[in-house]
């Protein structure tokens, strides 16, 4: 699933492409909207809140997407080939004079009216790049539950809005705690530093190409997919294991020497006691 930077980055190339003008094509290729025709009405504004992109269109009427894990907005100029995919994975067509938005393999794609978007993406948090962040919202949401593991409560978008599966792996290392701590247990100065860390993380990519947070040419990420090469700051290995609530299972990162907290067993590959500083095998 992509994290807040991306979907910021690919709302603003949306924007970018459409704000203003007139669509003269419009497809959405899922059975509930097959007959739906918004040729003639401006773009007015695609707005990111969190992980979902908001078209918000003439007439009020939001076009409401998510890309979760395989989806993708492209935008081609009228000449161009589009390359995203397979004609069968298209899922939106929007298109103006001289430029066409297509939205490939998107699992959730839906027509609302605009003063209904709350009931797509009222539940979020506070986002993290959006104009509604509030660190101190973000905080007690995430500290509602302090027997939750870290690295969950900081993926659950309820909590805080835009952190994906790299961000959890990178904060949990730059807060010196590994992802099954329970968010509970982790020192309070360095909870209440947790959604500026958070905030100056994503703020700092979203202009990026290449997503970096170590601040280091070519060393882009501390931990994040880097099993189980040493750690750039122990040289410990880096190790790698799931993560998940039951629902879904994702790769999570963490070095063994700079975090403190519980761990997968190497052994068992299930969360165990609090590691070893001596320890230098992987987890796979």
């Known amino acids: 699933m992509p994290e807040g930077d991306t979907v910021w980055q690919s709302a603003r190339r949306l924007h970018d492409a459409l704000a203003g003008k007139v669509l003269t094509r419009s497809d959405l290729r899922v059975p509930k909207y097959?007959?739906?025709d918004l040729t003639g009405r401006r773009v007015l504004d695609v707005t990111p809140r969190g992980k979902h992109f908001l078209a918000r269109i003439e007439g009020?009427?939001?076009?409401?997407?998510?890309?979760?894990?395989?989806g993708s907005w492209r935008v081609y100029a009228d000449s161009r080939r589009w390359t995203g995919g397979p004609t069968h994975q298209i899922r939106a067509i929007l298109g103006t004079t001289d430029r066409t938005a297509v939205g490939y393999r998107l699992p959730v794609l839906e027509l609302?009216?605009?003063?209904?978007?709350?009931k797509a993406v009222g539940?979020?948090?506070?986002?993290?790049?959006g104009p509604d962040w509030d660190p101190e919202r973000a905080l007690v949401n995430l500290l509602q539950d302090p027997t939750r593991p870290l690295g969950e409560a900081l993926l659950d978008q309820r909590n805080l809005?835009?952190?994906g599966n790299i961000y959890k792996s990178e904060l949990?290392?730059?807060?010196g705690a590994t992802p099954w701590l329970p968010i509970g247990a982790l020192p309070a100065d360095r909870a209440a530093q947790l959604p500026a860390i958070a905030k100056k993380l994503l703020e700092a990519n979203r202009d990026r190409p290449v997503r970096n947070t170590t601040g280091r040419r070519g060393q882009d990420l501390f931990v994040y997919g880097r099993a189980p090469r040493p750690c750039l700051r122990c040289h410990t290995s880096i190790r790698s294991a799931d993560q998940?609530?039951?629902s879904r299972e994702r790769p999570t990162y963490w070095c063994p020497h700079c975090q403190t907290?519980?761990?997968p067993n190497p052994h068992r590959g299930a969360p165990g006691g609090t590691r070893s500083r001596t320890s230098r095998r992987t987890t796979n």
């Open 161 to 163: 809005a835009g952190i």
């Open 172 to 175: 949990c290392f730059l807060l």
């Open 261 to 263: 907290g519980p761990a």
């Open 60 to 70: 009020g009427l939001t076009l409401h997407s998510h890309l979760r894990m395989d």
């Open 123 to 129: 539940h979020l948090g506070p986002d993290l790049l």
């Open 244 to 246: 998940g609530d039951g």
């Open 112 to 118: 609302l009216r605009t003063t209904d978007e709350d």
């Open 34 to 36: 097959a007959t739906t």
